[in-house]
């Protein structure tokens, strides 16, 4: 898979803090018993440390785990720990969250979407 991946891939954000010191086999283990959900079915997992400046996904692709990090030198992704486990999200939101937009301060119109109906606005 290169990244990023393609646009079908269902992107599964964790909104509580995350010890980044995990890798492979702990960030696998957390999707898999505190996210339930498959970590070898072929979704994006997104994890964010306490202070919000370092990102991790962790994807499967085909014959092993693969993991994208990013530490922000200044500034914080804007993601909430409001309480909430997990959200899904589509990959243009992803790619806010990535470039710093704050989710909170953009308006999105309704589009027509093939996405999932249980998809997750983060707000």
Known sequence: ???????????WLYRRPT????SFDGLSTL???VLEEDPLAGALFV???RRRTQMRCLYFEGDGYCIWAKRLERGQFRIPFDGVLK?????STLKM???????????RFRRHS?????????Q
């Open 87 to 91: 959200a899904r999200v589509d990959l």
């Open 31 to 33: 999707a898999k018993q």
């Open 47 to 49: 994890f964010v440390n």
């Open 1 to 11: 898979m290169i990244w990023p991946p393609n646009r079908a891939i269902a992107v």
């Open 19 to 22: 010890d980044m010191r995990k």
């Open 97 to 107: 969250i990535i470039d710093g937009i704050d989710l909170n301060s953009i308006r």
């Open 114 to 122: 093939q996405s999932p109906a249980n998809e997750v606005r983060l």
